[in-house]
């Protein structure tokens, strides 16, 4: 009996630290979440680059599209010669 106790006393005085105790926890957490933020900045501006091309791109094709309608000057005030 008395060597079970010495190994559980023994294990209990020498187990690790909780993970926020130990060396160099807060800046290894700091470290993530800044690489996290950088990360999603980086996907924040990806996305946004596609979305103004895509955008640019429905623009033109609107464009291209009302220039060929056939009633285009239905209704515009037509200068008289």
Known sequence: MSD???IIKWT???IMPV???RKNHKQKVNARNEKIKGAQKAYNK???EVMMER???LV???KAM???T???NVGSIQPQA
């Open 12 to 14: 209990k005085k020498y």
């Open 60 to 62: 033109e094709e609107h």
């Open 70 to 72: 056939e009633d285009n």
């Open 55 to 57: 955008l640019k791109g």
């Open 46 to 48: 990806m996305y946004q």
């Open 4 to 6: 079970k106790f010495t």
């Open 19 to 21: 993970s926020r105790n």
């Open 66 to 68: 009302s220039g060929k």
